[in-house]
């Protein structure tokens, strides 16, 4: 089993930043592309970034140019810092590890983002 804890959401206002963290624990040695989803309130989950374990980047059309994803391998850690915030940021934000079938996939708790006008 891998254990998924995400730190660092909170409220700031339109334009800050914020940095998430997700941290894994536990049987981590399946544990090779990782990313960052959001939920805002009445919509459906969406993928924010992925990260390889190589390193390569994928992001959303919506973040591309605000946020950045990046890992500490060392730290089984992923990281999201998220630039020039707007409102339609706000969301629970979700570290996730994909797991190949028949596994099911890693999800961490989720933690609030909320950016104010």
């Known amino acids: 089993q891998v254990q998924l804890v995400e730190s660092g959401g909170g409220l700031v206002q339109a334009g800050g930043s914020l940095r998430l963290s997700c941290a894994a624990s536990?049987?981590?040695?399946?544990?090779?592309?990782m990313g960052w989803y959001r939920q805002a309130p009445g919509k459906q989950r969406e993928l924010v970034a992925s990260?390889?374990?190589?390193?390569?980047?994928d992001y959303a059309d919506t973040v591309k140019g605000r946020f950045t994803i990046s890992r500490d391998n060392a730290k089984k850690t992923v990281y999201l810092q998220m630039n020039s915030l707007k409102p339609e940021d706000t969301a629970v934000y979700y570290c996730?590890?994909?797991?190949?079938?028949?596994?099911?996939?890693?999800w961490g708790k989720g933690t609030l983002v909320t950016v104010s006008s």
């Open positions: 996730h590890a994909p797991q190949p079938p028949p596994h099911m996939d890693y």
């Open positions: 536990g049987s981590t040695s399946t544990v090779y592309a």
């Open positions: 990260i390889s374990p190589g390193g390569s980047t």
